[in-house]
């Protein structure tokens, strides 16, 4: 395993902790990585994570810090910046949040004020926790109206307009954690502006389906955008705001630090801007394309099996399966799979007749894995993987089936190498 020798300092000092980051190591290794919210960064951002950039205090912003020395982290947040902007030909972008979670509560911070209607998309039907879930500060500061899909698995959008009527909300969230579907951000512009409302795009998850031209960009559209930088766009754990408008520009710089953030994470802005670079280039565009096409045929394949796909298949790197044929809730599917190499996780399904812990339904994404060179005749073997296990779930062959199946997992991780 030679690239734990990336963190051969721990194994002399640290010889714990040292096990535990080989392990993780060697888990991502031998597993079919099929969490559509994960990815696999290169050598080039590990380091940059990995560098000391870390052990520098950076209050403030690139030419207005509110510590000495920051010469140097200000060239890597211009260049994170710059790269950022270009990638998605946007005017402004902060790239300070920590995460996704704190990119949104510092967008919300800087477009309403506590106690005002948003309105975004219900945390059961596929919107993200801070897009107004009740356990979280989006939930409880703000008067969080819930949007969803209709029977067949897509946005309804004249569900919106009339919420957006009757609430008048001051924002309106659009984005989604496991809508497989485009998103129609003119739409929802229109009508954030029918009730003069702030249009907020969380791109999260399509992020890197965007900068390669393959889902539509709500950068013209959305008055914010927020984006975690680790999914699609593979880069550093980590989340991003960007606008047009300067104005809400100032606004959201204030609302990151101050507002929700200290001192930002100097190595992880490095490691983004090596991760923007990335996407910049020619190959990125190549490797999104796979990304689409490697989950197209997963969902088609699944589908061909008998299985229900939610919205009757993808435009997207993800896909939403509904188990209710196969009698087995989502919670069982993903424990299953992970015991022969597959890992995944349990989602609900379009008014769910199990609650959230259980689900009917698990999501599936490409990303991960075409990151480590898998195609088409891959993604097909996986599904067929998936659904050998699921339909033999406690058969009496069982057993034998997961076992095969274990080395057929296996088999395909050696082929395809990660970090070696
Ligand atoms: C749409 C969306 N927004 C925001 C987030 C939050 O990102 P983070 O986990 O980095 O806080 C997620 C996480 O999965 C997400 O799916």
Redesign the pocket.
């Known amino acids: 395993m030679s690239f734990a020798g990336y963190f051969s300092h721990s194994a002399v000092a640290d010889r714990e902790l040292f096990e535990a980051i080989t392990s993780e190591l060697q888990r991502q290794q031998s597993q079919i990585e099929l969490i559509a ?1 994960e990815n696999f960064v290169s050598k080039e951002v590990l380091s940059a994570l990995g560098s000391v950039m870390t052990n520098k205090y950076a209050e403030g912003y690139p030419g207005k810090r509110y510590y000495c020395g920051c010469e140097c982290v200000d060239v890597a947040e211009k260049l994170a910046i710059e790269r950022l902007c270009l990638l998605f030909d946007c005017k402004f972008a902060n790239v300070q949040p920590h ?4 990119a ?1 509560l510092s967008a919300l911070y800087a477009l309403a004020n506590h106690g005002d209607t948003i309105l975004g998309m219900s945390l059961e039907m596929g919107g ?1 926790l ?1 897009h107004g879930a009740s356990p979280t500060i989006s939930g409880k500061w703000f008067n969080a109206i819930g949007y969803g899909i209709d029977k067949n698995g897509f946005l309804d959008y004249d569900g919106v307009q009339k919420l957006a009527k009757e609430y008048k909300p001051k924002v309106i969230i659009c ?3 496991s809508y497989p579907q485009k998103i129609d951000f003119k739409r929802f512009r229109e009508i954030a502006d029918s009730v003069g409302a702030y249009l907020f795009a ?1 791109i ?2 399509y992020a890197g389906l965007i900068v390669a031209g393959l889902y539509p960009s709500p950068i013209n559209h959305a008055h914010v955008v927020t984006s ?1 930088t ?1 999914k699609t766009l593979r880069g550093p ?3 991003v705001i960007m606008t047009n408008d300067e104005v809400l520009a100032k606004k959201i710089n204030s609302a990151v630090f101050p507002g929700v953030q200290g001192g930002p994470q100097m190595h992880t802005i490095a490691a983004k801007a090596v991760a923007f670079g990335e996407a910049l280039r020619p190959e990125f565009k190549e490797y999104a394309k796979h990304v689409l096409e490697n989950s197209v045929t997963m969902a088609d394949r699944l589908k061909e099996l008998g299985l229900n796909i939610i919205s009757g298949g993808t435009d997207s790197h993800l896909s939403v399966v509904d188990l209710t044929e196969l009698s087995i809730t989502g919670k069982v599917a993903a424990e299953e799979l992970d015991k022969v190499g597959i890992t995944c996780n349990k989602n609900a399904i379009p008014f769910d007749e199990w609650p959230p812990s259980q689900t009917s339904g698990i999501r599936v994404g490409s990303a991960a894995m075409t990151t480590r060179g898998l195609r088409r005749n891959e993604f097909i073997k996986i599904a067929d993987l998936i659904y050998k296990v699921l339909s033999n779930y406690e058969k009496s062959d069982y057993e034998s089936v997961k076992e095969e199946v274990r080395k057929e997992t296996l088999d395909l991780c050696k082929k395809f190498p990660l970090y070696s």
């Open positions: 919210s995460s996704g979670a704190q949104n993200h801070t984005g989604a954690s969380d999260a998850h975690t680790h754990r980590g989340g």
